[in-house]
T-cell receptor
């Protein structure tokens, strides 16, 4: 069973609307949690990083939250734009530095 | 500055063949990691190298091997290709490969095994 589960698998939103993506993980303990954006056919790009002591981190219109007690994270996209259409991947790093656990991603499609 | 580069961008092989994928990290980065991303799934960790030494290995068979060169570039080799090896192979570089380091991904190599 994957240690990082994301939901929904995909979603479609209208340009200008907000959306929230969910990430549940079982990796414990963990060093940090990142959200990556992956455009089709491209490598992932880091959006945010949070350690276990951080609750929220913003990067422009992207805001990530973390609840280390419930092992849940969310990524909120505000005022979506067409360029936000991509796959968003939740990644948890275990204390053994090299070990990364990736979620399957949520595919977001923004329509005009 | 150039980002992480990978070659080739696309590759088609047949079962049983061997393939070599190449990665050049960002200048100054000493750590390279390799990931396999099957369509519709998140990347799966294959290897991490730091200063030419293997630092970590994921749950992949011995058909997968890699190495890092003195200039920190890296090669991923896959022998006896199977249909299931068809995937996007991503290379990521970071300064030291440590827990707080950001990994910068290349565009990937799309491998198709027929």
């Amino acid at each position: 069973k994957n240690q990082v589960e994301q939901s929904p698998q995909s979603l479609i939103i209208l340009e200008g609307k907000n959306c929230t993506l969910q990430c549940n993980y079982t990796v414990s303990p963990f060093s940090n949690l990142r959200w990556y954006k992956q455009d089709t056919g491209r490598g992932p790009v880091s959006l945010t990083i949070m350690t276990f002591s951080e609750n929220t981190k913003s990067n422009g219109r992207y805001t990530a939250t973390l609840d280390a007690d419930t092992k849940q994270s969310s990524l909120h996209i505000t005022a979506s734009q067409l360029s936000d259409s991509a796959s968003y991947i939740c990644v948890v790093r275990a204390p053994e530095d090299y070990k990364l656990s990736f979620g399957a991603g949520t595919t977001v499609t923004v329509r005009a | 500055d150039a980002g992480v580069t990978q070659s080739p961008t696309h590759l088609i092989k047949t079962r049983g063949q061997h393939v070599t994928l190449r990665c050049s990290p960002i200048s100054g980065h000493k750590s390279v990691s390799w990931y396999q991303q099957v369509l519709g799934q998140g990347p799966q960790f294959i290897f991490q190298y730091y200063e030419k030494e293997e630092r970590g290995r994921g749950n992949f068979p011995d058909r997968f091997s890699a190495r890092q060169f003195p200039n920190y570039s890296s090669e991923l080799n896959v022998n006896a290709l199977l249909l299931g090896d068809s995937a996007l192979y991503l290379c990521a570089s970071s300064l030291l490969g440590g827990g707080g380091d950001t990994q910068y991904f290349g565009p990937g190599t799309r491998l198709t095994v027929l």
